[in-house]
């Protein structure tokens, strides 16, 4: 397998080689001829093309069922039938393959939010992106009929013929260049440039329509981070209702009108009436028509928020029912501390996110009365509660000693991760470094433990090598400045379970004389403190993606994000290429940065792998930050009438879209 | 005449107090570091948006968070034109919010209502269950009957109003299958007005009528309480008792008449009272009022909504003052020649 790899890889060097002699331009290659443009021709057979297709291709039903919800307005006119609004090669899901039932329709799905921004959570939950996750975590086409990326460098998409948008105006690569054109690359839309996953090398993609039904994005280099952008719980919306927004756009309306209209809205420019109106994931403009399943229909400010069918929804089950099931959702404002005697009162029908194991009892007790259950999930998570030493802080005494491996790991090795985990998590959690989960694949045992067993011995020893060796009356460790070596740690207020972590790792560091001082912040301002290299160190949660592939960019572990607390200041001049914060210095570190270049320029998946691991051992080596215990179960309520909920799964943002992936529009009542 | 003279004078320190609040409001309201964006843009790139640092410049101008503080405040109570021309706070705009996306009236709107009805709920809650209660107590000093609604009045002031509201949301949940939280049941919340929907709404309002006005209820008792006892002991209720008056008619007439003062003289502190009085209560049951929004609105800078909501408040306890201080003229004539005299 791995030879083939690399004998496509070969051969497409060898093939942009040879039409480099040639001087034909890159484009050329990239050009379809009539077979491609139609969508079924093979592409060049020297490139290593990869399909992205269903995992399960099933036959399109002879005749579809609509939801009874529909029938009126169907009768009366005000929608076509049903096979009038599914594309031609509606995407038919294969439910008998994934242990799923076949649903019936109707239903109102009660959930709750805690404030009305959360409402983008509907976004994430309903997971409809142009190619997304399944299950095993394997990219699919969603939104698109097919994918074809080769070398990672040329992206074809191919749309569904008849494809609409929920207001029955059609899908088609208008709705993709006018969002290119118009949107990424205006200058009063996006005053500084496109998405960043247009750019590779400081090089915009190439967009060309070929026609109706397909775009094409093209780079001179592979851009691995493209289709794993667009199937993110947060994508990066690369298209957007034309028909819809046009009239809002200076290009397409008289500029005079379109300034009263903002002045109407109390906005300075026809740019700012655009952003607001141009609304794909927040769900804050019943207007914008969209191509989820679900469509809201409130406006905001109000307390029951009400998201109905979208008619014209793409997936099909194979006896040829148009998802969703479910006819409405009736999402509720309510206060956080009331989400668990809500569902013990039996008051929603789903609902996860907000609860927590505190309320497990509450949840229990409630169960045969309300007639719901509660699943407990692994929450996929480096570490529940991780510590990140700032490697880039300002003080210059902190700032060597936090850049010290052995002061890095003697922190870790003094913490004994089995009391954490008895404290904080019944003792069914996961101990060990902030690391992936055994569930990804990129996981290698020993990463888990290196450098975070229990072991004061060696702590002090390690400490004692680093040259903190006296100490102060009460037995606190010096800095060489003659400070005690007391650590501020930095943590969101709001997270209560990261401070009670934290005071016991205060009892564990006390044992090798180091003091801890628990600092609780708001979130902007830690955020802001780090992001200037103000903090020493920062506990928060772990990898927010602990269940990873290869194909995922490892930017977390990888000093390329400001928002990292472990090297903000690296981050930044990494993300600013150059222009704000400090280049990395530490050799491995150094190494790290190379690691994910070299990701992003690949297209060969073991290559990709090979990269991920030793960026992981790398990590764990170096003890970049402190892991704890993770596999903290989030307890999800589910109404007993509710089915196709899986009763195990795993709950994350990243990469799973918490119920994203396990796809929502199948959920089904019974009678 | 003097009282005219009186009002203009009251007038021109009240506009110049609420001169004072609203700069002071505004200038706390932007003290934290950062102002909505930044708040916002974390936010972005924890869910990992990295675009979002680059837009926060051009949003920042769009909103005219960039202006200097000074500007900001001038424009906001319309003192000078802002981005969009003459319109503040004098002028009758409400401005605008960043975190609903809408104009401050359409968030507050509907709230400041609801948080009208319950307060006032609760207001009439403890005067109809305070009153009696108190002259009870006061006539029948001593009495068991006195020593059992002291009793119960001291758990009402010491029990920690939140934990009382879940305690009785769960019981009243059990037993009568009221839904938890909120001023109606989740169903009615978009339906037009109908006698369900009253219904559902005077079934949701007992817990927090309870919870807010239980506290005030027992202190009320006691002050009352200790009020007519002063009286009750005066010379004149002697006298008047020597002169045949039935007791009804004497207590209610003299006694208990002079022992309202204090709470004319309260008026000024219950009108904000009953805009920002319940914002923990409201928290916890899960009340669509003003309070939830205020804490919010601060949290996330989210300066023009909780400024507005400040101001409003402000501006109650002013006029409230002014009513309570005219109502006590009018109605003790000691005030009056007290001030004729000086």
Redesign the interface.
């Given at each position: 397998m791995r030879t083939t790899l690399r004998c496509g890889l070969i051969l497409a060097t060898a093939a942009i080689a040879l039409c480099l002699a040639a001087g034909a331009s890159l484009a050329a290659v990239a050009d379809p001829d009539a077979s491609d443009a139609s969508g079924t021709g093979a592409a060049p057979s020297q490139a290593h093309v990869i399909t992205i297709a269903p995992e399960v291709v099933l036959p399109t039903p002879s005749s579809f069922q609509d939801a009874p919800m529909l029938a009126p307005l169907v009768e009366s006119g005000k929608l076509p039938p049903v096979a009038d609004r599914l594309p031609k090669n509606p995407l038919v899901v294969d439910l008998k393959g994934r242990n799923r039932e076949f649903g019936r329709y109707g239903g109102d799905l009660r959930s709750l939010v805690s404030k009305a921004r959360d409402l983008r959570l509907i976004t994430v939950n309903t997971y409809t992106r142009l190619v997304v996750y399944d299950e095993k975590l394997k990219l699919r086409p969603d939104l698109l009929a097919k994918v074809e990326a080769q070398d990672d460098r040329i992206f074809t998409f191919t749309l569904r013929e008849g494809h609409r948008w929920s207001d029955g105006e059609p899908f088609t690569a208008e709705d993709f260049r006018f969002y290119f054109e118009d949107i990424a690359n205006n200058k009063e839309l996006s005053p500084a440039g496109a998405e960043s996953i247009f750019f590779v090398d400081g090089k915009l993609a190439r967009f060309e329509v070929l026609d109706d039904l397909h775009v094409r994005y093209s780079w001179d280099k592979p851009n691995p981070l493209f289709l794993p952008a667009l199937a993110q719980p947060r994508p990066v919306f690369i298209y957007a209702p034309a028909h819809y927004l046009k009239p809002f756009h200076v290009r397409y309306a008289p500029p005079d009108k379109l300034a009263e209209r903002a002045a109407q809205a109390k906005l300075r420019s026809w740019a700012a009436l655009f952003n607001r109106v141009n609304d794909p994931y927040d769900n804050a403009n019943p207007d914008m028509p969209t191509l989820n399943a679900w469509k809201i229909v409130t406006k905001a400010p109000a307390n029951r928020f009400i998201f109905e069918r979208n008619p014209f929804f793409h997936r099909v089950d194979a006896e040829g029912r148009q998802l969703p099931y479910i006819d409405r959702l009736f999402i509720d404002l309510a206060t956080a501390s009331l989400f668990a005697p809500k569902a013990n009162a039996g008051e929603v029908d789903l609902l996860a996110r907000g609860l927590s194991m505190y309320d497990a009892p509450v949840l229990k007790e409630g169960e045969a009365e309300h007639h719901y259950r509660t699943l407990l999930w692994p929450i996929a998570r480096g570490s529940s509660y991780a510590l990140y030493p700032n490697l880039t802080t300002d003080d210059p005494v902190w700032r060597a000693l936090n850049r010290d491996q052995r002061f890095r790991a003697a922190l870790s090795l003094a913490i004994d991760r089995h009391i954490i985990n008895n404290a904080m998590m019944f003792g069914l959690g996961l101990e060990g470094n902030n690391t992936v989960m055994p569930e990804s694949p990129l996981d290698e045992e020993a990463n888990r433990t290196v450098n975070a067993t229990y072991n004061p011995d060696l702590a002090n020893d390690l400490l004692d090598g680093v040259g903190l060796t006296s100490r102060s009356a009460e037995g606190v460790r010096l800095l060489p400045d003659g400070r005690e070596l007391e650590i501020v740690v930095e943590v969101a207020g709001d997270s209560r379970d990261t401070i009670d972590a934290l005071q016991l790792i205060t009892e564990f560091w006390r044992d090798v004389g180091v003091k801890l001082f628990i600092k609780p912040q708001e979130p902007g301002v830690l955020r802001a403190r780090s992001y200037s290299g103000r903090t020493v160190m920062v506990a928060g949660p772990g990898l927010d993606n602990a269940i990873p592939t290869a194909e995922m960019p490892p930017y977390e572990i990888a000093p390329a994000l400001g928002e990292n607390y472990s090297w903000p200041l690296w981050g930044e001049y990494e993300e600013t290429r150059g222009k704000h914060g400090e280049a990395a210095d530490l050799p491995d570190a150094k190494r790290l940065l190379d690691l994910y270049h070299q990701w992003r320029q690949t297209s060969d998946g073991g290559e990709q792998t090979r990269i991920w691991k030793e960026m992981l051992r790398l990590n764990v080596k170096d003890v970049f930050s402190i892991g704890t215990v993770t596999r903290e179960l989030q307890p999800i309520v589910v109404s007993n009438r509710l089915h196709n909920v899986p009763e195990k799964g795993i709950f994350a943002f990243e990469p799973t879209s918490y119920f994203g992936v396990y796809r929502m529009e199948e959920f089904f009542f019974s009678e | 005449m003097a009282l005219l003279r009186y009002l203009l004078r009251r007038l021109v320190t009240m506009l110049l107090t609420l001169l004072a609040i609203s700069a002071l409001v505004f200038f706390i309201i932007k003290l934290?570091?950062?102002d909505y964006l930044?708040?916002q843009i974390?936010e972005l790139?924890?869910?990992?948006?990295?675009?979002s640092?680059?837009?926060a410049?051009?949003l920042r101008?769009?909103f005219?968070l960039d202006l200097p503080v000074w500007e900001q405040y001038l424009a906001w109570i319309g003192l000078m034109p802002g981005?969009?021309g003459w319109?503040g706070l004098l002028q009758g705009n409400w401005g605008?919010s960043f975190?609903?996306?809408?104009?401050v009236n359409?968030?507050v709107g509907?709230?400041l209502l609801l948080t009208l009805v319950v307060n006032l709920a609760a207001v009439i809650f403890v005067h109809i269950v305070a009153i009696p209660i108190a002259i009870y107590s006061a006539v029948r000093q001593y009495s068991i009957g006195d020593y059992l609604v002291t009793f119960i009045g001291y758990i009402g002031l010491a029990t920690p109003s939140f934990l009382l509201a879940?305690v009785l949301?769960?019981y009243l949940?059990r037993w009568f299958g009221i839904?938890?939280?909120?001023l109606m049941d989740?169903a009615y919340?978009?339906q037009a007005w109908s006698m369900e929907k009253m219904h559902s709404i005077a079934a949701h309002l007992i817990v927090p009528t309870v919870v807010i006005g239980l506290a005030s209820t027992a202190a009320m008792i006691r002050r009352m309480r200790a009020n007519l006892l002063d009286e009750l002991q005066k010379q004149y209720v002697v006298t008047a008792r020597a002169k045949g008056l039935s007791e009804g008619r004497l207590l209610l007439k003299y006694p208990f008449r002079m022992s309202l003062n204090p709470f004319i003289a309260d008026i000024g502190n219950i009108l904000p009272h009953l805009v920002s009085g319940s914002v923990l209560v409201s928290?916890?049951?899960?009340l669509?009022t003003v309070g939830?929004i205020l804490l919010?609105a601060l949290r996330v800078q989210d300066q023009y909504l909780a400024g507005f909501i400040l101001m409003f408040v402000a501006m109650l306890t002013v006029i409230g003052m002014l009513i309570s201080d005219l109502a006590l003229a009018a109605l003790d004539p000691r005030i009056r020649f007290a001030g004729r005299a000086a």
């Open positions: - | 934290p570091p950062g930044t708040n974390a790139a924890a869910e990992g948006d990295q675009s640092l680059e837009k410049q051009f101008h769009q005219g981005p969009n319109s605008w975190e609903y996306n809408q104009p359409a968030v509907q709230a879940l949301l769960y949940n839904s938890i939280g909120g989740p919340a978009d928290l916890v049951l899960n669509p939830p919010q």
